[in-house]
């Protein structure tokens, strides 16, 4: 049987109808294996790694009778379902790769076979398909691709060339925990609006200051001195609204601060200490979260982002604080904050300065009651504590 007819039935598998199934695996039950390891490489990709519970255990005997005993009861042993879908659900890439390359060295099956037909099955397997060259890269970009959308994880230190070819995606995340650069030809990708990179980057990709279609970037960077090296050229990102990144330690990169169409910034999870002044500069910022953060410099933060007078939105959750300072007085502009899980026994008396307070979050804290202070601010509307949502009646206006 050749790759041509294994093409055909692999359309029947792929059917939604169950007799077109049916039909492929009449032809299966009637084949030589023995003469096609492809055939062979094929059936091996269904009993493991077709999604659907019921291929898998249609194919699981007859591909007991095409290879030998060790070589199946390995192979069950080794690509056990729940190893390759853990229970968020998703696939891991770094458990695909390893498990296909540990099946290829056992020679028994046609690499470029186990590569075409288990990426479309998972489209976690094209590490494997890109480092065993099982198909040109250009056609493993395009087959993972979901529309103007990709999703790249691996453990490769180089990312493929064929990516910046990619001019019209819109949305691309890279998960990649060996990588420490990235290419300046990022900058092809001027059709990008949203970009997540999770890694150990040394530097700020000097390409991606011209995604200037660029409206949400996400970093979670492993690597300290990353934000030392945010260029100020970074402010030619002028549609960027939404900015995230963790294990920030010290100061706000001053260069951020002249991205003047920031509308939300989401520093959680970080060693985040103090904003530079020139946080006042982002005009348009209405959102800050700073939640599971211990090294705060409230004085100096509530005192920066109190000129921002667009600003709306604070979360300080479980950022574990004994007390806050009179400055979060100054910020009369908030009108939702997040003291959730700070440990936090009392609220400062200026609290009811913050005239314009509606939705106050005080759960998981060391309060007995509701401190009365909040009950003297003027336009709150809500208060959560560990009870639920307690509607606090208007007319203090």
């Not at 390759?84 to 696939?91: L, M, W, Y």
């Not at 099955?121 to 993972?144: M, P, R, V």
Request: aromatic letters at 10%.
């Amino acid at each position: 049987m050749n790759n041509h007819e294994i093409a055909k039935i692999h359309q029947l598998v792929q059917s939604a109808d169950e007799k077109n199934i049916a039909v492929a695996f009449e032809i299966f039950q009637s084949a030589d294996y023995k003469s096609s390891q492809e055939l062979v490489t094929y059936l091996f990709t269904l009993a493991f790694f077709h999604p659907k519970n019921s291929i898998r255990q249609q194919a699981k005997p007859l591909l007991k009778e095409a290879v030998s005993t060790s070589f199946y009861v390995e192979s069950a042993r080794d690509l056990v379902f729940s190893k390759i879908v853990p229970k968020s659900g998703i696939p891991s890439v770094f458990i695909f790769t390893h498990l296909l390359d540990q099946v290829h060295k056992k020679g028994v099956l046609d690499v470029k076979t186990l590569g075409k037909y288990t990426l479309d099955f998972w489209t976690q397997s094209w590490e494997f398909c890109w480092k065993h060259q099982t198909e040109d890269i250009a056609d493993i970009l395009n087959k993972i691709r979901k529309g103007n959308s990709l999703q790249l994880a691996g453990s490769v230190r180089d990312l493929p060339e064929a990516l910046w070819q990619l001019t019209d995606l819109e949305s691309l995340t890279i998960i990649n925990r060996n990588l420490s650069s990235i290419s300046d030809e990022i900058r092809n990708l001027t059709h990008l609006k949203y970009l997540n990179i999770q890694s150990k980057l040394s530097t700020f990709p000097v390409g991606l200051v011209e995604l200037v279609a660029l409206e949400e970037l996400k970093l979670f960077i492993s690597n300290d001195q990353f934000f030392n090296t945010v260029p100020a050229e970074v402010s030619q990102l002028c549609k960027l609204k939404s900015l995230t990144f963790t294990s920030l330690a010290g100061e706000f990169p001053v260069n951020f601060c002249f991205i003047v169409p920031l509308e939300s910034i989401d520093l959680g999870y970080s060693n985040f200490k103090d904003f530079p002044e020139e946080v006042s500069q982002l005009t348009n910022l209405k959102s800050v979260k700073l939640n599971f953060n211990e090294n705060l410099h409230l004085k100096g933060v509530f005192r920066k982002l109190s000129k921002i007078s667009g600003l709306k939105h604070l979360d300080l959750s479980f950022c574990k604080l004994d007390k806050l300072p009179e400055e979060i007085a100054l910020l009369d502009q908030i009108e939702t904050l997040n003291l959730s899980g700070c440990h936090l026994f009392d609220i400062p008396i200026h609290i009811e300065d913050m005239v314009s307070l509606r939705s106050i979050d005080i759960s998981h804290n060391q309060f007995s009651s509701v401190p009365a202070e909040l009950y003297r601010l003027p336009r709150l509307e809500k208060i959560r504590d560990n009870s639920g949502v307690i509607e606090v009646k208007a007319g203090n206006d």
